[in-house]
């Protein structure tokens, strides 16, 4: 009986040895993992806050800004590379050209054809990068009709580029302005004949001078009323011009890349007209378009307006508008189908030529002896 008690006795210390031992085990086993969880914890867990998120960058911002800053690089490598082919050309053609000791071209100066006694003188005004060899055909022919032909060349036009970028419209006006009141001196009717900037020259001259009185009558052959757009993609050329020019920065001056506006091939290309164009004197043309807009009714007197319909260079339904507008009761308009820009060697500058006779001659009164008429301005 001791002997199976203390067995039974034995056994169930051996059995609480066991269980305590266990729990050692597993007391030990739970504090050796319990900084490892702790650890664990630690990381995974990120710490609370209550800050938004910073704010995303826009993906798209970086490459339009790079497109924009690559296209202004771009235009001004365009400017520079074009500044110097211009230049170059610019050389290579001035130095095939003869001047006198004033610095104008040869045979681009002002020069008269017919009876210096006549009581009619016929004014001539040539347009933009022209000369007074622009009426090579027309002032013959008109002078066969004893008329006193006077080719004027305003200042700038036919002198070296540099010269040329100097020339102001006041110059133009001013200068059209005395050769008015010389032939009024010596010639008791006085007509003018002016052509694309020429026109626009002498609607200015006649506005801002009061000259209506000394002019029996202008011929407006193509004038520069308003440029045209025809060869200026999507937007107006005017537009072009001034959104580009303020942008340019070492171009001064425009090559043209046209030859003159003539339907007959013969007249595409005067060699007395100036391929290039400074920026100054474009951007003053514009100006004194402006400047006539809207004046038409300060015009009283008559006026033969001669369009060509296949122009290039100047709006002809601008031309019209104006024209609509002129107070004068004696006035008329032709356009001519056959014709360019360059009307006045065109195909049908005979029919032009026609045309202003018969206007000149329709408003002259008969042979008079030579009258002085008083040069007082009206106030």
Not at 66 to 88: A, E, M, R, S, T
């Amino acid at each position: 009986m001791h002997t199976i008690a203390w067995q039974v006795v034995s056994h169930s210390a051996n059995v609480n040895l066991i269980c305590v031992g266990c729990q050692l085990r597993s007391i030990r086993d739970f504090r050796m993992q319990e900084p490892e969880n702790d650890f664990i914890d630690k990381v995974e867990t990120p710490p609370s806050t209550n800050e938004p998120p910073p704010p995303t960058r826009r993906r798209w911002f970086r490459p339009i800004a790079g497109g924009i800053l690559f296209l202004i690089i771009l235009f001004y490598v365009i400017d520079l590379v074009h500044w110097l082919v211009v230049q170059n050309n610019l050389a290579n053609w001035e130095a095939t050209i003869s001047r006198d000791e004033a610095g104008i071209r040869a045979d681009c100066a002002s020069y008269s054809i017919g009876p210096e006694h006549s009581n009619t003188a016929v004014l001539l005004v040539h347009g933009i990068n022209a000369s007074p060899q622009a009426f090579y055909k027309l002032a013959p022919r008109l002078s066969k009709s004893q008329w006193f032909c006077r080719c004027l060349r305003l200042p700038g036009f036919g002198e070296p580029v540099p010269a040329y970028a100097k020339a102001t419209i006041e110059n133009w006006v001013e200068s059209l302005d005395n050769e008015i009141m010389d032939l009024k001196k010596r010639h008791q009717h006085v007509f003018i004949v002016a052509h694309s900037l020429g026109a626009a020259v002498t609607i200015r001259c006649m506005i801002e001078k009061q000259n209506s009185p000394f002019v029996d009558g202008l011929i407006l052959a193509a004038p520069a009323i308003q440029v045209s757009s025809r060869r200026s993609p999507i937007l107006p050329t005017e537009f072009w011009h001034t959104t580009l020019g303020a942008m340019l920065v070492f171009t001064h001056n425009l090559q043209s890349p046209f030859g003159e506006d003539a339907l007959d091939p013969n007249e595409r290309t005067s060699p007395f007209r100036t391929p290039f164009t400074p920026l100054r004197v474009a951007n003053r043309t514009f100006d004194l378009i402006r400047q006539n807009k809207g004046n038409a009714h300060q015009l009283d007197l008559p006026v033969l307006m001669c369009l060509a319909q296949q122009d290039s260079v100047i709006d002809n339904l601008a031309a019209e508008e104006f024209f609509h507008q002129l107070p004068h009761s004696d006035n008329r308009i032709i356009v001519f189908k056959n014709s360019a820009h360059a009307i006045l060697v065109d195909y049908q500058w005979e029919d032009l030529a026609t045309s202003i006779t018969t206007f000149i001659e329709s408003r002259l009164p008969p042979l008079q002896p030579l009258q002085r008429p008083s040069l007082e301005r009206p106030e």
